[in-house]
């Protein structure tokens, strides 16, 4: 009968090794790991796990693949993340990682594995077999390391991160920049075709003060203030639809802010709330009780799609009945309002870190970024105006 010799013995026709490791609750434990060829290959993993162990970094051999831990990660380690964020994360797991490796063994992935995932995602990740941007990509390195890092300090299922080695595509150059087609004369006559709709102070405020679509459709009227001699708007929070439910949450930035309004805006807030008081007249019980300022004819909160698709429709409409010759609308998003209302302030020389503030950007280098080529335009003009100024001073 085969003996234990200082932690190794053979087992059949193989070698294993046993060591004791302590636990998070200091209780000392046997832990077997068989499998080796040699004696001596038994030997060297017996020595390399007792000076892993001493550190506290042993890892015991385990057979949870890489869906069945990021399922659990999700459940767990992403509580602290916002509900928009944990909805990005699953989405991620469930269109690029898990098909690939899902059922792979987490301890077996290795730095090559998840650099051939990226290389494959990158050649025929998106849809039909379309290639992936880099940009996608890299959201699914990042998720991958953060998940992995868990795994190795507070699962202990790995002795290291593979996601840390791995060969990752390069950023897009620019990848942050924002190209608003959409002039002044184009805001205007976008504004003017909503007139009449009762949204249109929701959309007049989205071009006018830069906000989300989800902190207008968050906004209270007790966050509106139209008197006085500092009209202004207080944003404290967002919405967002996730798995088909409405959730409140906390800005993008985690930081609420007040955003100064302009006479016709608050103009169009009167109106816009003397609209909703005969809205609440006619529905009488029917009538959703709440402080909302954007909402449906009944009171009830207004999903985000409602305003995306009637914006939509209106340049459709718009552009289709233009006589020939003429000048189509460009198309573009909710969102980009808020990039018009960027654009247009710094073009008018508006410094970076008060258009910064308006739009929400805990940092003005995000501002920078996003809008570099915006303030280049300025930049070729400075010399001239700098030039002008001395000229005129010694004119004088």
Request: net charge positive.
């Amino acid at each position: 009968m085969a003996q234990l010799r200082d932690g190794v013995i053979r087992r059949g026709n193989s070698w294993s090794y046993v060591i004791r490791v302590t636990d998070a609750r200091g209780v000392s434990k046997p832990r077997w790991v068989g499998g080796f060829p040699t004696e001596r290959e038994a030997k060297e993993a017996r020595d390399a796990a007792r000076v892993a162990a001493r550190r506290g970094e042993y890892v015991h051999s385990n057979s949870v693949t890489v869906r069945q831990f990021l399922t659990d990660w999700l459940a767990v380690h992403a509580l602290e993340v916002k509900p928009r964020t944990r909805a990005g994360y699953a989405e991620l797991i469930s269109m690029y990682v898990v098909p690939h490796i899902g059922s792979m063994r987490l301890q077996a992935v290795k730095p090559s594995t998840l650099s051939t995932l990226y290389r494959d995602l990158l050649a025929h990740g998106g849809k039909a077999g379309r290639p992936l941007s880099s940009r996608t990509v890299n959201h699914v390195h990042a998720l991958l390391r953060k998940a992995l890092n868990d795994a190795v300090h507070a699962d202990q299922l790995l002795s290291s991160n593979p996601a840390v080695r791995a060969k990752r595509p390069r950023q897009e150059k620019g990848r942050d920049r924002v190209d608003v087609s959409w002039t002044a004369e184009d805001l205007r006559t976008f504004l003017a075709l909503l007139e009449d709709h009762r949204l249109f102070a929701l959309f007049r405020l989205a071009a006018y003060t830069g906000a989300r679509r989800g902190e207008l459709l968050n906004l209270s009227w007790d966050h509106v203030t139209l008197d006085g001699d500092n009209p202004r708007v207080h944003i404290t929070g967002t919405v967002q639809v996730i798995d088909s439910q409405l959730v409140a949450g906390t800005t993008k930035a985690g930081q609420s802010r007040i955003v100064s309004i302009d006479p016709g805006t608050v103009a169009a807030l009167r109106e816009h709330r003397t609209r909703q008081e005969v809205e609440r007249q006619r529905a009488m019980q029917s009538w959703v009780p709440g402080d909302l300022v954007f909402r449906r004819e009944i009171g009830a909160p207004l999903y985000p799609s409602s305003p995306t698709q009637l914006m939509s429709k209106r340049i459709t409409e718009y552009n289709d009945h233009l006589p020939d010759g003429a000048t189509p609308l460009p198309r573009i998003r909710f969102h980009d309002l808020r990039h018009v209302h960027a654009t247009l302030l710094l073009r008018a020389g508006v410094p970076v870190h008060v258009v910064a503030r308006r739009l929400g950007h805990a940092d003005p280098a995000v501002t920078l970024r996003t809008y570099a080529h915006v303030l280049a335009d300025q930049a070729a003009e400075v010399a001239t105006v700098f030039a002008s100024l001395v000229d005129t001073a010694d004119e004088g």
